[in-house]
């Protein structure tokens, strides 16, 4: 049930940044990327944690 939740929220997080990635500035992108990869990171580390 919980994994399911955090991958419902990674899917969304992923369509909105999709959403919106075309109208962003390259430099932009590189800043967005570096401040939510750790937050990615972080939800994909919590996600394989469940799985196990």
């Known amino acids: ?3 399911t939740n955090i ?3 990674i899917d ?3 369509a909105s940044i ?3 990635w ?3 500035s390259f430099m932009d ?3 967005a990327y570096k401040s939510f990869r750790p937050c990615i990171e972080q ?3 919590e996600f394989g944690r469940h799985i196990d």
């Open 1 to 3: 049930m919980i994994s």
């Open 29 to 31: 992108r590189v800043k």
């Open 12 to 14: 969304s997080l992923m």
């Open 43 to 45: 939800m994909i580390g």
């Open 22 to 24: 075309d109208k962003v």
């Open 18 to 20: 999709i959403k919106y």
């Open 7 to 9: 991958h419902n929220s």
